[in-house]
């Protein structure tokens, strides 16, 4: 993660139209964003086992922003990892248990969201690279 704002949050052709400007995001219409990240950048990925996707559906907080099937969200997840291969950034995929997930967030006080599930795939990640 870059400590830096560095454009809109939300993602072309997944948030809105692609060849389109965020429209939750006008200031960052048309402008460039960085082309590449810093090289000591690492995305983590949050990923989930197949067999445990009916019980993340059934703990998570934003169940309304996540597919119905695994089948459907790792179909999103190979796009997102092809995109980031065909740009040379790195990634790493962290799987998540779903106990591990409402543990963590029970903890932090927080519910199990995008964000709280982005967090600890962070922090793991973090944790393996060290």
């Given amino acids: ?9 939300h993602e072309e ?3 809105y139209p692609l060849g389109q400007v965020c429209p939750k995001c006008p200031f960052w219409a048309n402008r460039q964003r960085p082309l590449e990240p810093p090289a000591t950048v ?10 445990q996707w009916e ?18 969200w790792n179909a999103g997840l190979e796009k997102l990892i092809a995109r980031l291969e065909a740009r040379s950034i790195p990634y790493l995929r962290v799987l998540l248990d779903v106990e591990e997930i409402e543990q963590f967030c029970e903890e932090q ?8 599930r982005s967090i600890l795939a962070i922090r793991k990640a973090e944790q393996n690279t060290q």
């Fill in 42 to 51: 690492l995305t983590a990925i949050a990923t989930y086992r197949q067999d």
């Fill in 55 to 72: 019980a993340l559906l059934a703990a998570a907080a934003d169940r309304d922003k996540l597919e119905d099937t695994w089948e459907e």
């Fill in 109 to 116: 006080g927080i519910p199990n969201d995008a964000k709280a």
């Fill in 1 to 9: 993660m870059t400590e830096e704002i560095n454009g809109c949050p």
């Fill in 13 to 15: 052709g997944l948030d």
